[in-house]
């Protein structure tokens, strides 16, 4: 599902991805619908591709946004209102262990206005079925 989702470096906001062709994607804005070709030159990353550090290893970032919609009940998130410390009170709170030393204030913003971006879109479900199942294993396997 999050596979389909892209990050353009310098351009704000996510994409769909609706088609490829020869060193092209042609994306769509999730905001406002607009389509628009990415070239090869341009930086762009698939949300599903995505972790963020953890204690137990990397996290896929699928899991960790089923954790932020469970935690704020499919709420949006006032992320501009959050200062550095209540951004990281806030993550601790979803993702108790979490790597401190890695993972930035700019990190858990970017996460949250994704998170919002998504909501808006009409995402309730992040994970795939196999990222839930690798995360709790790996879990498992540590805890034994």
Known sequence: MLREILNVTGKPGLYKL???????????????GRRFPVHARDKVVSLGDIAMYTESGDTPLGVILDKVYAKHEGQPIDVKAMDGAALRDSFAAIVEDF????????DIKKLFSWYNLLLSAGFTKFADETEETEASEEKAAEEA
């Open 18 to 32: 609706i088609s490829q062709g020869k060193g092209t994607l042609i994306v769509e804005d999730l905001t406002d």
């Open 99 to 106: 790597d401190r030393d890695r993972v930035h204030n700019s």
